[in-house]
């Protein structure tokens, strides 16, 4: 009788990744449908100078391209600022070559940053806010690459007040191997959909790191970036912060493109294992409930514990709504076409996820480029030399 009644539970709990996806394909043609994702489209009145903050650590796949890509902007005013850690860093030649391509554009070499905290990357952005000339700053990583409409997209918000930040999608671009094409994927069929179910059902209090944009004024209001050096999710605590304040956090219909590396599936594993612990060390409850959104193990268990006859009834319908998840956001919304190109991928992205998310609850020391660190308390702890292997 106990049996029963478990086993009947975890049926109804089963039908939790099908309910997701319906929702998901609701909530994003409400989101999509809402304003053009055409960001030529966008208002041309408000036009606000601007300030591009790269903080830079070595060098990522076209490097240059990606850098480029921001000095071919179609705004009026802006500039952009890059921090390397110190003289030797390899991409300050690439950078310095860019000034130079782009003689007509603001563009500023900063070396070196304060330790303030554990994080480079936020001790990188305290100094460059101080130096930067323009109230708004949008935060972008290194291996980012946009298109000329990027910056009115992203700014147009801030013409309401209520806005405190605004963040963006952002699709994959790989070299065809199959780690990053697995690992991209899962942007526009996994990540995405996620952020769009979570801002229809109370708005978002969180940024995604590949672009946060906000303003000095927002920023000295929660301690300025200071105040986010020992956190592991800075894009986390930013966008959280900000919404505390009462200030609205704005997801902008601009996607923007994240170029990954060549990988082995290792490295890819890794780095998604760092995603997850990001999202378990932010929201554990959001961390929790990404096990009902992948229908895939769920089919597996009504295998073990009804007949794979039905298991394969409930993965086969429960897939149909994942693939129109994903051509909806991913292709038809994000203009994602790596989406199209990998459709048959998806149940090996959705192993692989799962996988990940398991492997997450586990002890994990956070490897963050060339350095090692524990997280306690959503804060960075340095690895001792002595303890590394």
Known sequence: MVW????????????????????????????????????????????????ILKPIHGLDRETYENYASFCKQEYPEFEILFCVGDERDPAIPVIEKLIADFPQRSIRLLVGSKPLGASDKVNKLCRMVREARHDIVIVSDSDVRVEPGFLRGVVTPFSDPKVGGATCFYRGITDGGFAADLEALGNSADFAPGVIVARHFGGLDFML?????????????????????????????????????????????????????????????????????????????????????????????????????????????????????????????????????????????????????????????????????????????????????
């Open 209 to 389: 790191g590949a672009v946060m944009a906000t303003t000095k004024g927002h920023l000295a209001e929660i301690g300025g970036f200071e105040s986010l050096a020992d956190y592991f999710c800075d894009d986390y605590e930013l966008g959280n912060r900000i919404a505390a304040r009462g200030y609205r956090v704005e997801l902008s219909r601009f996607a923007v493109d994240i170029v990954y590396p060549r990988e082995t599936i290792g490295e890819a594993f890794r780095h998604q294992l760092r995603w997850n612990l990001s999202i378990r060390f932010s929201r554990p409850g959001g961390h929790f409930g990404l096990i009902f959104t992948n229908a895939l193990p769920w089919a597996v268990l009504i295998g073990a514990i009804v007949t794979w006859r039905v298991a394969v009834a409930y993965l086969a319908s429960a897939l149909a709504f994942r693939i129109l998840m994903a051509i909806l956001v991913g292709f038809r919304g994000m203009r994602d076409r790596l989406v199209l190109r990998k459709l048959w991928m998806l149940p090996l992205r959705d192993a692989f996820a799962f996988t990940v998310w398991l492997a997450s609850f586990f002890p994990q020391r956070i490897q963050w480029r060339d350095r090692q660190f524990r997280v306690r308390d959503k804060r960075l702890i340095p690895v001792p030399s002595r303890e590394l292997p």
């Open 4 to 51: 029963m009644v478990v086993r009947d539970a975890l049926l109804v709990l089963a039908a939790a990744p099908v309910i997701y996806y319906l929702v998901a394909i609701l909530a994003a043609v409400r989101f999509f449908r809402a304003k053009p994702t055409n960001s030529s489209e966008a208002p041309s009145d408000f036009t606000p100078p601007v300030s």
